[in-house]
């Protein structure tokens, strides 16, 4: 049985209280959400994914997506489900309210999503490509397009896709061969195949919108050479409702390790009608905008799922019984003490929390740069939080993941031969992981990302939006007795981290490849050291709480509890980045192609 | 008399030109007499002194100092051309006829001392039509000077003798165009247009006919063949637009009725009805009312549409992609798309026509790649170019495309024009053998050195060279030979191997720029992870190195031209002395980008000024004066503006002529090695708190008229600390180590503020100060 209930407290802390002095808060824009109703979507969206979603997780994963005539049908109970979940407005959580959406701040979004991916990460791909594709529509699209389409995606009638992958190309979008021809009413034809389009059919939704990455006859070899269409399922009538089929369709769907209860098909794109999104050639720039936003998510998918696998994991260790305690019988009055008495089965269980706690005080981090980027008046703070977010969108995206997957097979490790096998449902967290370390970017360009787009930028201009903020409270609190050694942990992480930097710059600059090389390890890095700032200036909020006698001091002892395990037994793997990335690419590279 | 040296020299002809070149010898000391006709009776010296004060205007300045303006000596053609006879040289400068010149001439004969050179800075006209008519006594005096725009700037002087002209006469005149007025003279034959200019204008008018007929924007046009070729971005059209559209018609007619009809020439040039629709309605270019660029009423950049002939905003072109923007000739001719097909059709031509030019308008390939370099400022010549392509592949497609091949493409075969041999550079000649460049005496090029021998020392950013007779070259090699850590570590490295086994240092390298100072875009990079104690570690290891380098028991002179900012400024203030190239820019620009200088240079120009007798005494004075040209980032325009800046002292030299700044250096420091003894470090006596209320107050003063903005002032009160001294107290004396602390805190608490980095990365990020 999969157990799963938001972990509020912890959501409201990093809301409220971690990152109020980030210099994002108090956007006058967002005056009207009071704290009070924040804590009420929150709640709600908790007792929604609690009810209606996470008891369709096993089973939507046991029955799968089938396809039957071109016609894609998800599991039992889904579209019941989604139906609910329209209904209950959650499809539009953070859409402008000029399209429908009720406009509430990305931070409380973010947290909704883990909501939902926690509770059923394949049904959370519906809405999910939907709301990254409104983001596309909004920033790029023309007017008439956003008033046909952003109103019905945003209710959540209509659902979205986004079509880059095709048999040939994957990451490297240069070799995409679908094309688009135009036609002499402004519209285009759209010819081509494309593969791995999460919920490109299904039948949730009375129409889907697909985003397509296509070429125009005369475009330019490469990436430069891509533009952005949109191509309905069902093309509009002049009432805006789903009329004549378009050329779309779907020819399969895939047999995936996970998440199968969420569609990923082949689609045929035949002579489809299809309308410009953006400049002509100018598809990835549109397509980077709602591949950014989704980076984000898909991090927040791999939080979610880990989260689920810590609350299993601590459910089953408080329940099973085995052995007993090495420091002597803990429960004489059973047969055996429950296996959380075990140091080994702490050290998993604190590791998962660990992770989760330092991700989701990181994304509340981000959510609010990402709030900021857009909403705020001081055109020095957008800039700031924009610098931020484009630091920490690979960081996120590959770093939840790598770690929830991580979480999600120490869940399984905690149960035994129980993990492994269905009934608990904790494998099965650990095949929907892995997806997430996969697709919108896999986690090796994640770090690419980092390194060869991110950290040389301007002069390491996006690297200051991090570092100063760091630098600052490592000063501010180096004298700080009551946190004990963590002060001292994160300033060794962060020095580590400030040479890393610059040796990754340096030897980049000359050799792309030290670069490349350093990709992965960089990205770690700095999400250890970011996630312990996260986790020393939390433990330092909440030893102000306690001294001021706040009421739920186990939370804020549990907090810093949390911080100093990880300073203690998750922070040290800094040096052991560093000292990888000093080493560079020599060994890597050396041994013969021939040899392997 | 030709053995007299040149003391005086008379210029006729107050144009740009001649005005430019009066104000040039006038720039190296020497005396100079401008002469023009008489337009308004009463005022007979109007045109000549209008010519002068039109100079103390123009920017970039013609003179060097205020000095240099005062040595010019006007006068009219009328009443004055008896005072011609005194001076031992007389540039004609007149206008470009053949009869207003030979008019002059006659009159020059009668009245002017055998053997005194007469020149005529003729841009086409042909020596043999010049002195038609002309005794063989003139003939024998005559030569061609021709200077190019602006004469202070231009390093060319393209010299044409005549067969009657005595080589002694010019000689002389080449010595002194050499040395005095700093020019590299180039032999060009008695043949239409000379070399720069006949190559030059074929280049252009190729560069118009191509981008009309490929249909480029003028943007496009200048992306491609500027920078991607080595040539100024100004490429084609803004290059018209800087001398004037209306020049060109005049060079074409004049070449078009000189050059043999066989030449390939006459086929480029065309009726272009847009260019003469320009020069009619006074779209001249910059001195008119706009070119193929203009600024519009906003001040926003325009261009024009080659089509349409309408103005419209500037469309920035990205130019040739891949390779070919990274300076790979070959592979820009070679690509298919546009930029590819421009620039062949530039480039093709014009090296087939510059390789049909030897031996008719030079004797070697030398000439004509020195006159492009020089004169348009290329960055490489013709035949250096033509080896970046292969001589043999440009035969080919010359070839192909059924265009002439000069014999000497055939002669290079696969070979190339230059090659290096035994460490020597040589060059293809006519004979078909290889023969070394050989430079002027007094000439010495880093760059030989480099070629023949291997480094002493060398780290990332710098590297010393054995430059012979005991002494040593320290060179910086870093991006605009930026100032790093690197630099700093082979200075440590250096003193005790110089102390060993030298006897002097030389500052120098072969760069345009002597450096751009400490290297800001690592200083951001480390600013932006917070490397606090990095940046710290830098500001005291430059302290120590430039130091070290004041002490040590061996002279070192500086020898800097163009830039020298900031750390490169500080560097040169720690030397025993500075031999500087008359074009040397140098000044403490550190505030400019929120910062105070932090290697030393805040006590070295207190000390400067203090020593330098032209202040009144007491502590307020040398530290008002400093603070007044530090907080302002004063930057000399001159050599000679820096000695009015103290930058250059007493005994500090300056050399004309760029080619010849090292070894002048060299000299310089060979002349100190005699009974050396490094110099007693200084005791400072300031002002303190009330010196530093005073300082405060004016700069207050400053930002109150809307001179300085809010930050400005903090920096200056930053500044004005360290140079009154901190908290000083009036009958201590500070320490040159105490001031050295009070520049790193300073600096460092300047450089953590978020005003101080958002200077730092618009400088980077735009190349011009921000005024925040």
Not at chain 2, 246 to 252: F, K, R, T, V, Y
Not at chain 2, 282 to 293: L, Q, V
Not at chain 2, 534 to 548: D, R, S
Request: hydrophobic content about 45%; glycine content about 10%; proline content about 5%.
């Amino acid at each position: 049985m999969q157990v799963y209930d938001a972990p509020l407290r912890d959501m409201r802390f990093v809301l409220h209280e971690l990152h109020q002095d980030d210099g994002f808060g108090g956007l006058a824009h967002f005056r009207d959400f009071t704290p009070d109703l924040l804590d009420a979507v929150l709640e709600e969206a908790a007792r929604f994914t609690r009810e209606v979603l996470l008891p369709l997780n096993a089973s939507g994963d046991a029955e799968g997506c089938r396809i039957e005539n071109g016609m894609v049908y998800t599991p039992r109970g889904f579209q019941q489900a989604y139906d609910r979940f329209r209904a209950g407005g959650w499809c539009a959580l953070a859409n402008d309210p000029a399209f429908g959406g009720q406009g509430l701040p990305e931070t409380v979004n973010k947290l909704v999503e883990e909501m939902i991916c926690a509770a059923n990460v394949a049904f959370s791909l519906y809405p999910g490509l939907t709301h990254g594709a409104t983001t596309a529509i909004e920033g790029h699209a023309s007017d008439e397009l956003k008033q046909a389409y952003l109103p019905k995606l945003v209710e959540g009638v209509w659902s979205a896709t986004m079509c880059l992958t095709e048999a040939q190309c994957g990451t490297d979008l240069g070799l995409l061969r679908t094309r688009a021809t135009p036609q002499a009413d402004g519209s285009y034809q759209i010819n081509g195949s494309k593969i791995f389009i999460s919920a490109g059919e299904h039948d949730l939704t009375e129409n889907i919108v697909h985003l397509v990455l296509a070429r125009l006859p005369d475009a330019p070899a490469g990436v430069k050479g891509i533009s952005l269409f949109l191509a309905p399922k069902y093309l509009p009538d002049p009432a805006g409702a789903p009329g004549a089929r378009n050329g779309v369709s779907c020819a399969n769907i895939e047999h995936k390790m996970g998440m199968t209860a969420a569609a990923t098909c082949q689609l045929n794109f035949d002579d489809t009608t299809g309308w410009l999104v953006g400049q002509p050639n100018k598809g990835m720039a549109a397509m980077f905008t709602m591949m950014n936003a989704e980076r984000v998510s898909v991090g927040v998918q791999g939080l979610g799922i880990a989260e689920a696998a810590y609350q299993g994991a601590v459910a089953y260790a408080k329940d099973r019984l085995q052995g007993r305690s090495l420091a002597g019988a803990k429960r004489p009055d059973l047969p055996a003490d429950p296996i959380i008495v075990h140091p080994d089965v702490r050290r998993m269980l604190m590791t998962i929390r660990a992770y989760n706690e330092g991700c989701r005080a990181l994304g509340g981090w981000v959510a609010r740069a990402m709030d900021a980027e857009k909403f705020a008046d001081d055109p020095e703070v957008k800039a700031h939080a924009a610098d931020f977010v484009a630091l920490m969108t690979p960081v996120v995206k590959a770093l939840f993941t790598d770690l929830g997957f991580e979480a999600t097979n120490l869940g399984v490790q905690v149960y035994g031969g129980h993990g492994y096998i269905r009934d608990h449902g904790m494998e099965q967290y650990v095949r929907d992981a892995r997806i997430t370390m996969i697709y919108e970017g896999t986690n090796g360009i994640q770090g690419l990302d980092l390194v060869g787009r991110k950290l040389g930028a301007h002069t390491g201009r996006y690297l200051r939006s991090f570092f100063h903020p760091v630098s600052a409270f490592l000063e501010a609190g180096q004298d700080d007795a009551r946190l004990g050694p963590m002060v001292a942990d994160l300033k060794k992480a962060f020095g580590a981290l400030q040479l890393a930097t610059g040796t990754v710059a340096q030897r980049g600059l000359g050799d792309p490849e030290e670069a490349g090389a350093a990709g992965t390890d960089y990205l770690r890095l700095i999400g250890l050291v970011a996630m312990g700032y996260c986790f020393v200036k939390s433990a330092r909020i909440a030893t102000e709480r306690l001294a001021q006698g706040a009421d739920d001091a186990a939370f804020y002892k549990a907090k810093i509890d949390t911080a100093a395990f990880f300073c203690d037994r998750i922070l040290p793997q800094a040096s052991a980045c560093f000292l990888a990335i000093k080493a560079g690419k020599r060994s890597m590279m050396a041994l013969d192609e021939a040899a392997f | 008399m030709a053995d007299a040296p040149i003391r005086k020299v008379c210029v006729i002809g107050a144009g740009v030109m001649g005005a430019g070149i009066a104000a040039q010898v006038a720039n190296a000391g020497v005396p100079a007499l401008l002469l023009d006709v008489v337009r308004d009776p009463d005022h007979r010296n109007a045109v000549a002194e209008g010519a002068v004060a039109k100079m103390l205007k123009t920017e970039p300045a013609p003179f060097m100092s205020e000095q240099a303006a005062r040595l010019v000596e006007v006068g009219n053609i009328e009443d004055h051309l008896d005072r011609a006879a005194d001076c031992d040289w007389i540039i004609e400068a007149v206008s470009e006829r053949l009869d207003v010149k030979r008019s002059l001439y006659a009159r020059l004969d009668v009245m002017r001392r055998p053997g005194v050179a007469i020149s005529s800075n003729t841009s086409t006209i042909p020596l043999h039509q010049l002195i038609e008519g002309r005794s063989d006594a003139f003939a024998a005096d005559f030569l061609i000077t021709h200077f190019f725009n602006p004469p202070r700037h231009m390093r060319l002087l393209e010299v044409v003798v005549g067969p009657k002209t005595r080589a002694d006469i010019a000689a002389k005149v080449e010595a002194f165009a050499d040395r005095m007025l700093g020019k590299t003279v180039v032999r060009a034959k008695d043949s239409p247009g000379f070399i720069a200019n006949r190559i030059g204008t074929y280049w252009l008018q190729l560069g118009i006919n191509a981008a009309l007929d490929l249909g480029l924007t003028v943007e496009e046009a200048d992306a491609i063949a500027g920078r991607p070729m080595g040539v100024p971005k100004t490429g084609i059209f803004g290059l018209i637009d800087l001398v004037g559209l209306d020049l060109m018609p005049h060079i074409q007619a004049s070449l078009q009725s000189t050059l043999p009809p066989t030449d390939a020439f006459h086929q480029t040039v065309r009726k272009i009805p847009l260019i003469e629709r320009m020069i009619a309605g006074g779209y001249t270019g910059r001195k008119g009312k706009g070119g193929f660029y203009r600024l519009d009423s906003s001040r926003q950049r325009e261009a024009i549409d080659l089509v349409s002939g309408d103005y419209r905003p500037l469309i920035p072109a990205a130019g040739p992609s891949g390779p070919a923007a990274k300076g790979d000739i070959a592979a820009l001719i070679r690509s298919p798309d546009r930029a590819g097909q421009y620039a062949w059709a530039v480039l093709g031509p014009v090296l087939a026509y510059a390789a049909a030019l030897v031996p008719e308008a030079a004797d070697d390939i030398v000439a004509i790649d020195d006159a492009m370099k020089l004169g348009y400022n290329w960055a490489y010549g013709p035949f250096e170019l033509i080896d970046k392509i292969g001589a043999a592949p440009l035969v080919a497609r010359l070839e192909q495309q059924g265009l002439a091949v000069a014999p000497l493409l055939m002669l290079a075969g696969q070979r190339s024009f230059y090659r290096v041999e035994d460490g020597r550079r040589q060059y293809l000649g006519l004979d078909g053998g290889y023969h070394d460049v050989v430079r002027p005496d007094g000439v010495l090029r880093l760059e030989d050195v480099k070629r023949a021998t291997q480094p002493l020392l060398k780290t990332g950013s710098a590297a010393l060279w054995d430059i012979g007779d005991g002494v040593v070259c320290l060179e910086f090699t870093g991006k605009m030979n930026a100032l790093d850590g690197e630099v700093m570590a082979l200075i440590g490295k250096a003193i005790p191997l110089i102390q060993q086994s030298y006897k002097a240092l030389v500052l120098y390298n072969d760069g345009p720029n002597f450096s751009a100072g400490a290297n800001l875009g690592l200083a951001l990079f480390a600013i932006n992870i917070a490397a606090w104690s990095e940046i710290g570690k830098l500001v005291a290891e430059g302290q120590a190195a430039y130091k070290a380098l004041k002490y040590a028991p061996f002279p070192v002179v500086g020898a800097p031209s163009g830039m020298a900012l900031g750390g490169a400024c500080e560097i040169l203030l720690h030397a025993d002395a500075i031999q500087a190239h008359a074009e040397s820019y140098i000044g403490l620009v550190e505030c400019g980008v929120g910062l105070i200088p932090g290697w030393g240079g805040c006590g070295e120009t207190i000390d400067r000024w203090v020593k330098s007798g032209r202040l009144p005494k007491g502590p307020m004075p040398a530290a008002a004066k400093v603070f007044e040209i530090v907080s302002t980032a004063t930057v000399s325009r001159s050599a000679a503006h820096a000695r009015e800046l103290m930058i250059l002292r007493d005994g500090d030299a300056i050399t004309m002529n760029r080619d010849r700044l090292l070894l002048d250096a060299k000299a310089k420091a060979l002349s100190l090695v005699d009974g050396y003894q490094p110099p007693q470090a200084p005791q400072f006596h300031l002002p303190g708190d009330s010196g530093h209320t005073a300082l405060a107050m004016a700069a207050d003063s400053f930002h109150k008229r809307g001179l300085a903005t809010d930050y400005d002032l903090v920096v200056a009160g930053a500044l004005a600390q360290v140079l009154t001294g901190g908290a000083a107290d009036l009958v201590d004396p500070v320490s040159e180590a105490d001031m050295l602390a009070l520049e790193r805190d300073a600096f460092a608490a300047r450089v953590r503020d978020p005003r101080t980095i958002a200077r730092i990365e618009h400088m980077l990020e735009t190349g011009k100060p921000l005024r925040n």
